[in-house]
C-alpha cells in the first residue's frame, strides 16, 4: 500500500495517510490534503492493523481502547470504528473501519530557536495545535537538554524516542519509558532514575495534573506539551497548569509546519 | 547364493520401511509435543508481557532448537509477508495442520480475552492430538515396525 502512495505522490513531506473504509486514501503533504486515486479497502485497513499489532490483536489492546495503535519508528495510527462499550469505559472496536497513520519527522536542530530557554532550563510548556510540530520539537529539546542533564522521556504513545526500531538519534545520556501511561510509572521514576528534567509528550489536563503537580513539587524540571492554540486560552480554561510552568511556546502550523507563534513566560521565578 | 542375498536384501528393506512408518508416528508426536511447549511458551508471553506473536516466534527460537523451529520461523515470514500462515510438514496429520494454522489466524483478530481463551483451547487440543498421536504411535507404528520385519523373515523363508 505504501509503494502505491508513494508512486502518485512523494514521499518527502508527507505526514499522514488517512485510510477511511470505501473512500478514496487520502494523504497530507505538508499541509497539502491530496486524494489518491484507489479505494480503501477493508482488507487493505485489516492489513495495516495485523501489521501494527504484530499479527496479535491483544497485543495492543490498551492502546486500541485509547484510539491508537503505535507502530515502529514512532508512526502512531488513529483507529477509529465501530465501538464495545463495556461498565462505562470502551473495551476496543467490533469493527475497524478509519485509520489514520500520522508519520513522525526528525529536524535535528529544530529546538535552536529556543536555545535560550534549553540552556537556563526551566520548565516549559509547549502549547500547539495538532500539525503544528510538537512532538518533533520537544524530542529536539529533549536531545539539546540531553548534553548537560540526565533526561527522562515518558513516551506513552512511542512517538518521541520511536519505540522498536526507532531511527532518532536521542544521545546516550536519555532514558525512555515506553507504551504505559504517564499516570502509572512517574512516581517510579522520580523515586528511582535520578532524572533532572522529565519529558512528558501531549498532557491531559484532567488526568496528568497530579503528575505535573508531583514532579513539580519534587524539584524535577519539566518539559512538556499539551495540545491547544492559545495560551491565553489553555491558561484561562486550566489555570492550574500554568502556575506549575515558567514558560509557554506557542506552535503553529502557519506558515509553516514548527513556527513558533510566541513565546511566554508564565511566572517569574 | 543369490536366493540368500534376495532374501537378506527384502528382509532389509521390509525392515526399514516399518522403521519408517514407525518413525513417521513418533515424529507427529514430537512435532505435537514441540507446538505444545511453544504454546505454553507462548501464553506466557502473551499472558504476562502482552509481547505479539512475532516476536514471540523469535524469542522461542533463539531460545530452544526443536523439529518445529523451522516452520515457526516460515510462519512468521508468512505473516511478515501477509499471507496467510500454512504448515507443510509430512509428519503433521491434516487436523494438526489445521490447528496451527488456525491458531496463528486466530491471533490476528483476538483481543486480550479472546487470546487467553484461544490459548486455553489450542493447548487443550493439542493435548487431545497428542493423546492419539501416541496411541497411534503405539498401536500403529509399533505394530507395523514389528509386522514388516517378521514379513521381511518370512519373505526371506519364501524365498529360500
Not at chain 1, 486550566?238 to 506552535?251: D, E, K, N, S, T
Not at chain 2, 528393506?13 to 507462548?42: N, P, S
Not at chain 2, 507443510?88 to 496429520?93: I, S, T
Not at chain 2, 503405539?138 to 518370512?154: C, F, P, S, T
Request: with cysteine; proline share 3%.
Amino acid at each position: 500500500m505504501y509503494n502505491a502512495i508513494v508512486s502518485v505522490c512523494p514521499e518527502q513531506g508527507l505526514t499522514e495517510i488517512r485510510l477511511r473504509l470505501g473512500l478514496p486514501v487520502a494523504v497530507r503533504v505538508g499541509l497539502n490534503r491530496k486524494v489518491l486515486p484507489f479505494i480503501a479497502t477493508k482488507k487493505m485497513i485489516d492489513g495495516v492493523v495485523a501489521r501494527a499489532t504484530g499479527f496479535s490483536l491483544y497485543s495492543r489492546q490498551d492502546e486500541i481502547k485509547q484510539g491508537f495503535i503505535h507502530y515502529s519508528g514512532g508512526i502512531r495510527i488513529g483507529v477509529a470504528g465501530k465501538g464495545i462499550a463495556e461498565g462505562g469505559s470502551l473495551v476496543g472496536f467490533s469493527e475497524i473501519d478509519s485509520l489514520n497513520i500520522r508519520l513522525p519527522h526528525e529536524i535535528k536542530g529544530c529546538s535552536d530557536r529556543l536555545s535560550n530557554i534549553i540552556n537556563n532550563f526551566e520548565n516549559t510548556l509547549i502549547v500547539s495545535p495538532p500539525f503544528a510540530g510538537k512532538t518533533t520539537l520537544i524530542r529536539d529539546m529533549a536531545r539539546a537538554l540531553a548534553k548537560n542533564y540526565d533526561v527522562v522521556i515518558v513516551d506513552e504513545r512511542g512517538e518521541i524516542g520511536g519505540g522498536e526500531g526507532s531511527i532518532y538519534d536521542l544521545g546516550s545520556f536519555v532514558d525512555i519509558v515506553g507504551n504505559v501511561p504517564k499516570t502509572l510509572v512517574t512516581e517510579g521514576i522520580i523515586r528511582s532514575m535520578s532524572p533532572e528534567i522529565i519529558v512528558l509528550d501531549e498532557l491531559s489536563p484532567e488526568k496528568d495534573m497530579k503528575i505535573v503537580e508531583e514532579i513539580s513539587r519534587s524539584g524535577i524540571k519539566l518539559l512538556a506539551s499539551v495540545h491547544s492554540d492559545s495560551i491565553e486560552r489553555l491558561t484561562k480554561a486550566l489555570p492550574h497548569i500554568a502556575r506549575h510552568f515558567c514558560y509557554g511556546v506557542l506552535l503553529s502550523n502557519k506558515p509553516s509546519i514548527g513556527s513558533i507563534k510566541s513565546i511566554v513566560r508564565f511566572r517569574g521565578d | 547364493m543369490i536366493r540368500l542375498a534376495v532374501g537378506a536384501t527384502l528382509m532389509a528393506v521390509a525392515a526399514y520401511i516399518g522403521i519408517g512408518i514407525d518413525k513417521f508416528y513418533k515424529m507427529r508426536v514430537d512435532y505435537l509435543k514441540d507446538f505444545a511447549d511453544f504454546l505454553g511458551y507462548a501464553s506466557r508471553e502473551a499472558g504476562f508481557l502482552k509481547t505479539d506473536i512475532l516476536r514471540i516466534i523469535s524469542l522461542y527460537c533463539a531460545s530452544r532448537s526443536s523439529n518445529l523451529t523451522k516452520y515457526l520461523q516460515q510462519t512468521k515470514q508468512q505473516l511478515e509477508s501477509g499471507n496467510a500462515p500454512t504448515i507443510d510438514c509430512v509428519f503433521l496429520a491434516k487436523k494438526d495442520k489445521k490447528l496451527y494454522e488456525s491458531f496463528f489466524e486466530g491471533l490476528k483478530s483476538a483481543d486480550y480475552r479472546t487470546q487467553e481463551k484461544l490459548f486455553l483451547h489450542s493447548i487443550a487440543e493439542t493435548s487431545e492430538l497428542i493423546k492419539e498421536a501416541e496411541k497411534n504411535k503405539k498401536n500403529k507404528g509399533e505394530l507395523i515396525r514389528k509386522l514388516m520385519a517378521l514379513g521381511g523373515v518370512a519373505l526371506m523363508v519364501i524365498v529360500l
